[in-house]
């Protein structure tokens, strides 16, 4: 079966890569695949037993959180070596960055204030404090430029993640975790989407096998009360109630992240740095 998944792949990226000219360009094309119509509908049904609630007490009293809580994620001690993203072998892909490949997402550091981007902060334990109901927007996970956009995100259990690809080669969709789908290995076309809702809190990720620097990470968690940082590291949480929290960081590739405990009234706003390191 690998051997077949690898001959298919080899296909499909010969079959693309004739017919590229330009990053970026405009490509109107609409796919349509029954089997991506199958696939979809598989993880729905795998998974629409899941009702999104967290196991926690009452419902998260919305009307009462009026705090909030802020701050930096910042890299401590000697600021690592920025390692690029190896593109190469693919012309599109390389197209797309004239000026050299772009530093690896993993090791985007803003160097002046040691921000770390796409870090996961998190409220711990809210979801054994409260009910959430899982938010109707669906989140969107695109593939663009033969990277994934966004890096990482964080999504609740029982809300819809898309996967999709805006560029116009193929990619494939690798995913490695607990919350396995109806698939995992799909080739993904221009304008396909692929759904999954996930049933357990995790974190996890997904990889693209035809270009493998493309790799991006989600968290799962059954409550809301979570955010990414931005390109200086910057976050800022949903709005608590007044109450004392502990408040954590985790990072996919820095593996030792601080928790802090912050105790904050109604209305306050209160700013905080989180330190992580490898």
């Known amino acids: 079966m690998k051997a077949r998944s690898f001959v298919a792949v080899a296909i499909l990226l010969l079959a693309s890569g004739a017919f590229v000219t330009s990053c970026g360009s405009e490509d109107k094309r609409q796919v349509s695949d029954s089997s991506d119509k199958s696939g979809e509908g598989g993880a729905e049904a795998q998974e629409k037993n899941n009702s999104g609630d967290s196991g926690g007490g009452g419902v998260f009293p919305a009307a009462r959180a009026t705090a909030t809580i802020k701050g930096h994620v910042v890299y401590d001690g000697k600021l690592p070596r920025r390692l690029k993203t190896p593109i190469s072998g693919e012309a599109f892909c390389e197209k797309c960055y004239p000026d050299g490949a772009p530093v690896s997402a993993r090791y985007e550091i803003d160097q002046a204030t040691k921000g770390v981007r796409w870090c996961f902060v998190e409220v711990l334990g809210a979801d054994t404090k409260w009910k959430f109901e899982p938010p109707k927007d669906k989140l969107k996970l695109d593939q663009v430029n033969c990277r994934y956009a966004p890096h990482a995100l964080g999504i609740m259990t029982g809300q819809t993640l898309v996967i999709t690809s805006s560029d116009p080669i193929d990619h494939n969709v690798h995913f490695f975790g607990k919350n396995k789908p109806a698939w995992t290995n799909r080739i993904v076309h221009k304008g396909q989407l692929l759904k999954v809702v996930f049933k357990r809190p995790a974190n996890e990720k997904y990889k693209c096998d035809i270009h493998g620097w493309m790799n991006a990470a989600v968290y799962v968690r059954s409550h809301t009360l979570y955010a ?36 904050i009234g109604d209305g306050e706003t209160k700013d905080i740095t989180l330190k992580i390191k490898k």
């Not at 200086?232 to 109450?243: D, E, H, R, S």
């Not at 929290?245 to 405990?261: A, F, L, M, N, S």
């Open 228 to 263: 990414v940082t931005d390109a200086k590291g910057a976050f800022t949480l949903p709005k608590l109630p007044a109450g004392a929290y502990e408040i954590k960081v985790v990072h996919e590739k820095w593996k030792k992240g601080e928790t802090q405990t912050v105790t």
